[in-house]
């Protein structure tokens, strides 16, 4: 992870593209990759689904989705001065006390829809 | 990274959410947490943005939901064989072919545009 | 529709509110209202979703969801001096012609997949 | 809008799409046409926004995506039975409760944070 966050700035040092990088525009970009990310699992069912990620080509652009958002996640994290890492584990923990694995296992509801 | 993945398949693994992992509903999931991440952001002015990031409570209400965006591309990554820091190695790659430093730098225009 | 037109600047301007209403930020707010009305549908099947759309409860949430979108595409709209039902008429002619009824009927292909 | 209601069903029905026309994927599909109205505003600030709206072309780009939502709108509303009008002026109502003129005159703050 430190390799990519460094080859990611580098990226876009090189380019000197760090001005035009506002967590605003930032945060947009983030949206619009989840979208694109979401787009090719519009109108098909699960065996659809399977089908089409079956076929090497159709999983490496759902992978290139999923980095373009993971790279917009490292740039934001370096202009706000979030530990990117760090932030997730904090996260999980929080998530755990959230959902207490006695409540949680096996069933889907949000947390604020467990009973106590 | 490696430490991150563990710990976020062995939270989902504890509350036996694996089965609800599909790869749809993790891209529709990474969009609304991409939505959340951007709403903070909705209807202010770039120094407003600054005031709002100056208060440690509202930066890390930004960091928890980049976390969450991460931790689920970390899920959606695992349930369908994908290597994300690998994926983002290799969209770097891409990215750099499709914006030469010579004809990107420096302005913000879609590689489309660029003359060549 | 012209009465949901006057009703919604009306409720704009008493408030005041035009000042607020640029094209990014209105653009922005229906992203995010999307995503809140994508919310309830997400990690439910089908069946469950039927379950769910059966509560009166629920499906007057959803009705206002679908409302804040509409509402923010008239704002919008205004804003950008475009006429929203003649536009959706213009659109779906120009879909008429990317789809014809021939090619189309009964399969769900993104237009530049059909045969020609 | 009884009108583009018509002209909208006519066009999927001739099309036999209304089988592919279940909520959670016309929720998507409208989440992801908001993504695309959104797009073109990216990277940039309110100058270069209105010299871009400036051109027809790109406000008839504007227009088209803003149409997309609205035709999806429609079809949305014809599934789950709801009078799409109707839904924004009962939720135009409601929010005229939340964001009473006195206290949200001339400021953008969300009601819940509005003084009482």
Do not use: T
């Not at 580098?10 to 967590?23: C, K, T």
């Not at 970009?29 to 109108?43: G, H, K, V």
């Amino acid at each position: 992870m430190d390799d990519l966050i460094k080859a990611v700035l580098a990226f876009r040092d090189e380019r000197d593209w760090r001005q035009f990088h506002n967590p605003k525009d930032l945060a947009i970009s983030i949206c619009l990759e989840a979208a694109e990310l979401l787009e090719p699992f519009q109108w098909k069912r699960s065996d659809e689904i399977a089908d089409f990620l079956a076929e090497g080509a159709n999983r490496r652009r759902v992978a290139d989705e999923m980095a373009d958002v993971l790279i917009l996640l490292v740039s934001m994290a370096d202009v706000l001065g979030i530990d990117l890492v760090e932030a997730a584990h904090a996260k999980l923990a929080e998530n755990a006390r959230k959902y207490p694995v006695a409540q949680a296992r096996g069933n889907a509801k949000k947390y604020d829809e467990l009973g106590s």
